[in-house]
């Protein structure tokens, strides 16, 4: 049994998601003890439940401990079977963190799946459906992954209550990556913003684009050209705004996204966003800092070399570098390029 000190490194939920999904992908047991204990709210909060009871689901695991505030938990997985399943996060719960934990379970059985997730789709803390969609989908599609989403409905915190259907098939082995020289093209800007009723729709569509436009026009002074600007309106009974710039080739997948949920701050939300895409695009680097974090379990799982260039060594991807290296026996190499660019060498 794998026995995992939920404490460790960053110490919050990435831990949970990462060790349980590889379990189940790996197929075999796991403990976490000391789960989140040095939150403020230790322990398995409701967006854990979640993910930990649909990869339990899709692995036909026995478990123990799966209950609010739980601080430790063990799973025993079976093999992962092909499913069509619902899933109702219950509350504002990210959409986007639940479904890396299922793509990171079920990423090497060659397998198909289709998931109608309800819950956060534009939540803080976690990647926007735009960011899921514009970057971290066609670098799945580079390791070997069949996938698709369809976003239903837009949910925002704190109500909640969007809805994403995946289909997906996995690889039976990931593909291995080489990003070492940066290709930036096909750069968008994609622009959301919550509208209360049908006659302030206008008004909330001339903001968004006003706000997208000030992230083309701040990338534009620095030489960064845009080749489209995407921008949509959605009813919802709270203030929400998120806007994402995604570059993504055959080389390169670098991006970043800007929630907004109070409208004293809408206004810089353009230019926040543009100026993170702007320190990731001057880095050289092939990955985004976020980007580099999530496909680590993924290439972990390759039976291949694996290389590309980040603009950061986050605590994140420290973590899941080093509970990979843990879980699955993998090395791994960083090397420092420039001040702004390191490259992230994974060996099996």
């Given at each position: 049994m794998i026995k995992i000190n939920g404490s460790r490194g960053e110490g919050g939920g990435q831990i949970l998601r990462t060790s349980v999904s590889l379990a189940a992908a790996l197929c075999v047991p796991l403990q976490i003890y000391n789960i989140r204990s040095n939150r403020p709210k230790p322990g398995l909060r409701p967006q854990h439940l979640s993910s930990i009871k649909t990869i339990a689901q899709l692995s036909d695991s026995v478990t123990e401990g799966l209950t609010l505030d739980s601080t430790k938990?063990?799973?025993?997985?079976?093999?992962?079977?092909?499913?069509?399943?619902?899933i109702d996060i219950g509350t504002a719960g990210s959409i986007t963190l639940l479904?890396?934990?299922?793509?990171?379970?079920?990423?090497?059985?060659?397998?198909?799946?289709?998931?109608?997730?309800?819950?956060?789709?534009?939540?803080?803390?976690?990647?926007?459906?735009?960011?899921?969609?514009?970057?971290?989908?066609?670098?799945?599609?580079?390791?070997?992954?069949?996938?698709?989403?369809?976003?239903?409905?837009?949910?925002?915190?704190?109500?909640?209550?969007?809805?994403?259907?995946?289909?997906?098939?996995?690889?039976?082995?990931?593909?291995?990556?080489?990003?070492?020289?940066?290709?930036?093209?096909?750069?968008?800007?994609?622009?959301?913003?919550?509208?209360?009723?049908?006659s302030s729709h206008d008004d909330a569509e001339s903001k968004i684009i006003e706000q997208c436009n000030a992230a083309k026009t701040f990338l534009e002074k620095h030489q960064i050209n845009i080749d489209s600007i995407n921008t949509s309106v959605h009813n919802s009974d709270s203030f929400s705004s998120v806007i994402c710039i995604s570059s993504t080739s055959g080389k390169s997948f670098i991006g970043c996204d800007n929630l907004v949920t109070d409208t004293r701050k809408f206004k810089e939300s353009g230019n926040t966003c543009s100026k993170k895409f702007l320190s990731e695009y001057t880095s050289q680097s092939t990955v985004d800092r976020h980007l580099a974090d999530m496909i680590i379990p993924f290439l972990a799982l390759s039976k291949k070399q694996s290389i590309f260039t980040t603009s950061n060594i986050s605590n994140h991807l420290q973590t899941n570098l080093d509970l990979c290296k843990f879980i699955t026996g993998m090395n791994y190499k960083i090397d420092k390029k420039n001040n702004f660019c390191y490259s992230v060498t994974i060996n099996p």
């Open positions: 938990i063990s799973l025993y997985p079976n093999r992962i079977s092909p499913q069509n399943i619902d479904t890396q934990s299922i793509l990171q379970a079920v990423s090497i059985t060659g397998k198909s799946f289709k998931f109608t997730i309800t819950g956060g789709t534009d939540v803080n803390w976690s990647p926007s459906t735009d960011y899921f969609c514009k970057i971290i989908i066609p670098l799945l599609i580079k390791l070997g992954f069949s996938i698709s989403a369809s976003v239903a409905k837009r949910g925002f915190y704190p109500q909640g209550n969007g809805k994403i259907i995946l289909q997906i098939t996995s690889p039976k082995q990931i593909e291995p990556i080489s990003f070492i020289e940066p290709e930036h093209s096909n750069i968008k800007i994609d622009g959301i913003i919550t509208s209360k009723s049908n």
